[in-house]
């Protein structure tokens, strides 16, 4: 009988069982957030292995003689609750992983994308990335996105905490809180959170662009920087021309022209 390495077109791989029990995880490496979704999808995988179905290969590397999780935490989880609950583990199927540091978080990434990767579970993994040196040419190619989406993604790191919070809970979409911070700058917190409290006043949980525009008052915080900016020098413009001294400075009257208030006045 034919064996299968024997076919032509047929080669063996780095495929290996591994007791599950020696399988280790780095502390903090892998980026995604355990919520209720987390929850559900390791109890699928542990109902699949008390059922006697076995999940797809682990991807693993060797640290010494420690085995590594690169890929496969929850299956890895889900095997240990398996085996507390009297599953017969003695083996899982394991794929030998070689790389870098920088590598690996690619390959969690990549690997990843057929469940999906929330917009903070992405900013978490690019920043690692970007810490390695990698541009977001390098990052677009390496996840099958565009440089842009890693531009938006990255737009959040600068970003408050309770904005990514704010994400986090599904109070806001990850575009719409992106396009506030590009465009409120300093003041996107506010913004989002005078949206996120009328969306909460209307009886809904998720702000959208509605609740924005009806807290900012028809004006982006960059619309009100660049007015008051332009006030600002049309008053030093009306100072220099006026020829006032210090003396009569208090009592001369400037008159400002209403374009250069419209945006301030639009943002109440």
Sequence with gaps: MARFKDIDGVRTGNL????PTRIKEDPGFNIRIEDDDYEQRLESYTTMYLAGS?????????????????????RRRAALRAIERGAQIKDVPVVQ?????ADRVAAMLQSGQGRGW????LLMGYKRLTAFGWTEKQIA???????????DIMALASADTSIQK???????????????????????TATLTAAVEKA???????????????VRGGASGRDVNRALRDLLNEIRRQVEQSGVTDEDFDDHVFHIEGRFLKTLQMSR
């Design 166 to 188: 704010m994400i986090k809970n599904g109070q806001v979409s990850a575009s719409l809180a992106i396009e506030v911070v590009r465009q409120d700058d300093h003041l996107a």
């Design 97 to 101: 992983f070689t790389g870098n540091d």
């Design 16 to 19: 290996f069982r591994v007791d």
């Design 141 to 151: 190619e390496q996840v099958g996105k565009t440089e842009q989406h890693v531009r």
């Design 54 to 74: 076995e999940p797809p290969p682990l991807k693993v590397y060797l640290r010494g003689d420690e085995i590594i999780v690169v890929d496969g935490h929850v």
């Design 200 to 214: 909460k006043a209307e009886g809904k949980t998720r702000a959208t662009a509605k609740h924005v525009t009806a």
């Design 118 to 121: 929330t917009p903070i579970e």
